[in-house]
């Protein structure tokens, strides 16, 4: 039986679908809790206990939701150019790097300048780093998978270098000196010790955005177009060449942008090793949200709530937190599945 005709269509398909998929899996998941001896209903309880079920959780996993929303936009903005970001991990670094550096400077600025100025620090060093990878495909014919992949292991072991030495607090932890309180976001919510900054209204912001970008203005037709047949673009005079570097460079910048709300909104310094791995699980972001900007808002919040959940599972269930990759592992491979039969 077709479901497809009595799905809706535009962005609220791509939404009804992830979800159903991520049910699917669910659904999976518990069944390997269920044949390992585990209990579905408390693990259940858990994971909703854990993500939502008081404050305290449910800001946690408000925070987390950002940088999966801002990773796996840009993520899903190569995609619609036809490429493949793997290196929103790296571009989160840098971005997060220049961020620290800006917004540690006690310069006398006012805040409705240096908070800015330190955002936009941030996107700027996580642009160049999307725009390096994109030069490299475009005029060298390198893989974007490959170099970016190899960025991502620069970028991050040369934050390690930097909280260790040259933007060092001169502490016994590797980190940088915290930002100064004009370069703070201001805090939304608090849960105490969670602080929900208005973080989460800029990735709101830059998702709705980065829609209205790729399907109502020039520009984005032209990546789309890119995205679906380079040759054919180039014939009718859209460089494909030149979107690319675009479209990566765009999709650096807004995962630079994750970086800097991550140092302006939540940590306020930056460390070594920071990063839970948000840059990787954009890439299940984007493919949960069907590469579409504004479905990958509840792709990025359901992430964020596994991922605050996983430690009640083994607090309260007594099942193992790595659950929470099992079913995200399903979910990724229902959506290759379905992509593999419109093919």
């Not at 899996?25 to 909703?48: D, F, H």
């Not at 260790?164 to 201001?186: C, E, F, K, M, N």
């Not at 090793?273 to 509840?298: E, K, N, T």
Request: glycine fraction near 12%; include cysteine.
């Amino acid at each position: 039986m077709n479901l497809d005709r009595y799905l809706p269509s535009g962005p609220l398909r791509s939404i009804v679908e992830s979800i159903g998929i991520l049910i699917a899996a669910m659904g999976i998941g518990l069944a390997i809790v269920t044949a390992t001896g585990g209990n579905p209903v408390e693990t259940v309880r858990a994971l909703v206990y854990g993500s939502v079920g008081n404050s305290v959780n449910l800001s946690s996993t408000l925070v987390k939701s950002v940088p999966h929303a801002l990773t796996g936009l840009s993520v899903a903005l190569a995609f619609r150019a036809g490429l493949f970001n793997i290196g929103g991990e790296g571009q989160l670094y840098v971005g997060a790097a220049g961020a620290a550096w800006i917004g540690a400077l006690d310069i006398g600025l006012p805040s409705a300048v240096h908070l800015p100025l330190t955002i936009a620090t941030g996107c700027t060093f996580g642009a160049i780093w999307g725009g390096i990878a994109g030069w490299l495909k475009a005029s060298r014919g390198v893989h974007e998978v490959i170099n970016t992949i190899m960025l991502n292991y620069i970028a991050i072991y040369g934050v390690d270098y930097l909280v260790r030495a040259p933007l060092s607090a001169g502490s016994h932890t590797a980190r940088t000196a915290d930002v100064v309180s004009s370069s703070r976001l201001p805090v939304m919510w608090e849960a105490p010790p969670i602080e929900v900054s208005c973080g989460i209204v800029i990735a709101g912001m830059l998702c709705l955005g980065c829609w209205w970008m790729l399907f109502r203005t020039p520009i984005g037709f032209d990546i789309r177009t890119v995205g679906q047949n380079p040759e054919a673009a180039d014939s009718v005079g859209v460089s494909s060449r030149r979107i690319t570097v675009l479209a990566m460079t765009l999709a650096g910048a807004i995962a630079g942008a994750a970086g800097s709300l991550e140092i302006t909104g939540v940590h306020h310094t930056l460390y070594a090793q920071f990063s839970p791995g948000y840059g990787f699980d954009g890439i299940a972001v984007a493919l949960l949200g069907r590469s579409h900007p504004l479905a990958v808002i509840p792709a990025a919040f359901l992430f964020g709530a596994l991922r605050t959940a996983d430690r009640w599972l083994q607090l309260s269930a007594g099942v193992p937190k790595d659950i929470v990759i099992i079913i995200q592992a399903v979910a990724i491979l229902a959506v290759g599945l379905k992509s593999v039969k419109k093919i």
